[in-house]
């Protein structure tokens, strides 16, 4: 079983949908927990941070993290076609020199 | 604020050759990763620098990957030889180090081994 499953998708929606992304972690003391938008061709970008469990929330994106389920998840509403991009979910022990562990991303194409 | 800087962007090379990848990072960034993702697959670090010291090379091919972060700033990483399941795009990210993780990735060099 890898660390961190993510589904692959590809996953298409048509503009303004509410997208929900998914990983999921076999690691219990995962501690910290980030989503990466790489757009094609282009080296991975910070989307969210979020420490331990609970909702955080950052215009129209929102992480959350349930650490009894081991289970992560990103929401995007009002997606926009610029939304359209890999989204990975990466995630890191303390004390571990903040070594991320990121999941196979998930392709999403937002339609117009 | 300039980015993590790469070159070169593109390299096709046949099995066996030697390549090298350069990275600048974000000014004043005191770690520095690189990573190598696979078409299809997340990235996967290969080795973290603090400064110029190695903190973690434990997923690096030693026997045919080496880097080097010489003066704290820059660094090069080299594959000698090479083989077709080199083929992937390799990142270099940088974080400031202190307390503050995040990391800053480049554009990444596509590296196509035939």
């Known amino acids: 079983q890898k660390e961190v499953e993510q589904d692959p998708g590809p996953l298409s929606v048509p503009e303004g949908a509410i997208v929900s992304l998914n990983c999921t972690y076999s690691?219990?003391?995962?501690?910290?927990f980030m989503w990466y938008r790489q757009y094609s061709r282009k080296g991975p970008e910070l989307l969210m941070y979020t420490y331990s469990s609970g909702n955080k929330e950052d215009g129209r994106f929102t992480a959350q993290v349930d650490k009894s389920s081991k289970y992560i998840s990103l929401f995007i509403r009002d997606s926009q076609p610029s939304d359209s991009a890999t989204y990975l979910c990466?995630?890191?022990?303390?004390?571990?020199?903040?070594?991320?562990?990121f999941g196979k991303g998930t392709l999403l194409t937002v339609n117009p | 604020e300039a980015g993590v800087a790469q070159s070169p962007r593109y390299k096709i090379i046949e099995k066996r050759q030697s390549v090298a990848f350069w990275c600048n990072p974000i000014s004043g960034h005191a770690t520095l990763y690189w990573y190598q993702q696979i078409l299809g697959q997340g990235p996967k670090l290969l080795i973290q620098f603090q400064n110029n010291g190695v903190v973690d090379d434990s997923q690096l091919p030693k026997d045919r990957f080496s880097a080097e972060r010489l003066k704290g700033v820059d660094s090069t990483l080299k594959i000698q030889p090479a083989k077709l399941e080199d083929s992937a795009v390799y990142l270099c990210?940088?974080?400031?180090?202190?307390?503050?993780?995040?990391?800053?990735f480049g554009p990444g060099t596509r590296l196509l081994v035939l």
């Open positions: 690691n219990s003391v995962f501690q910290y």
């Open positions: 990210a940088s974080s400031p180090g202190r307390g503050k993780e995040t990391q800053y």
């Open positions: 990466a995630m890191s022990l303390i004390g571990s020199n903040y070594k991320l562990t």
